[in-house]
């Protein structure tokens, strides 16, 4: 191990014997974590080529169970979302690509941060069952074309075990660590092709459009170089993406989408990521063909057909997506208005989670338990000109007077003179 951190403090490229040497060593308890965090230090600063990358991912996939998805019907194709803020897609996208007949086998885990992940918001659901034996996962996909279920506890341990490491060692923010991180995950969980959906702006991970096409990339690489067709969509974070936030909030948002509703940026980087998992999926032969039938099983109701079905059949209350004013919803309604006139200029899309999470809409511990029912519907957007008394956003609240959300909002709304263009949602699209 000793010979290995010299070698990379000193540039050196790593075969493949050493990292795996490294991974099996580590994930077993037989390295300890001072000459593990030696070598993420010098990975940090030395960087990783793209086949050192591609073993460490292939690596930390071997160090636990992978699930076998053969049994499923066709291509599988999977989506990933390096996270943000009114981040609802995944809700809108599995639909879509249902719709038309393409299995999605969606594996996907609890939220820790400003909401809930995926698997909170659908619990906002009476009734959904998201545990379930991986016989029950394929018969589902098999038959419904769609199912979403909790991750396995035992995929990629290393993955795991590095990352604790990595964030107390001051090791997050190496781009060939990261993309190893999310992308092991992806290739254990069994999908035949990746769709990811990297974030970009003051909400994103990656703060700059510079680093989240080098993250891009990295993980592009990952994926080709371990056989699973990937592609990348750069999209924005510099503002909530719709205009709900939260866990009920963002389920009855993503039902609207799917009934037809055009909330511009949720509905065209939906239809952007599903059109390309068409295309992975080999289903169409062009992204313009599979973007046409998605949209017309939009209008014909095959697409909010598939979400009820996905509800149903994981026991859930199809009623509440029916009626949409029968999901759970906190007691109180609080306007956070515009103290001057003028046009809102920038929204920190961080801000309005972590206001959202004052709430109860996510967790600061994993301890916590979620709120379904409280979140943030936003009034204004990016562009839109306000009047000073006009609401900005409303929350909803079990707290008659959330003094830290409200606070939190205000610091997030940016209010200027001039008229400022809408940002720009899809910067790039990585292949």
Known sequence: MYDIIVKKRDGGELTK??????????????IPDYQASALTMAIYFQGMTADETATLTQAMVDSGETIDLSAIEGKKVDKHSTGGVGDKVTFIVGPMVASVGIPVAKMSGRGLGHTGGTLDKLESIKGLEIEMTKEKFIENVNTHKLAVAGQTGNLAPADKKLYALRDVTGTVNSLPLIAGSIMSKKIASGADSIVLDVKTGSGAFMKTLEDSEALAREMVNIG??????????ISDMNQPLGYEVGNANEIREAAEILQGKNVEDLRLLSLEIASHMAVLAEKFSSYEEAYQAI???IENGKAFES???????QGGDVAMIDELDKLPKASYEI??????????????????GVAAMYLGAGRATKEDEINHGVGISLKKKIGDPVKAGEALVVLVSDDEQPDDSINKVKEAY???????EKPTLIHNIIK
């Open 17 to 30: 014997e050493e990292i795996k040497f490294f991974v099996d060593g580590y994930t077993k308890g037989d």
């Open 224 to 233: 080709n170089n371990l056989g699973r067709h990937t592609v990348a969509v």
């Open 295 to 297: 949209e017309a099983n």
């Open 307 to 313: 979400l009820r079905t996905l509800i149903d059949a």
């Open 335 to 352: 306007e956070v208005t515009a103290e001057k006139d003028g046009f809102i200029s920038a929204i920190d899309a961080e801000s309005i």
């Open 414 to 420: 940016t209010i200027s003179n001039e008229k400022v």
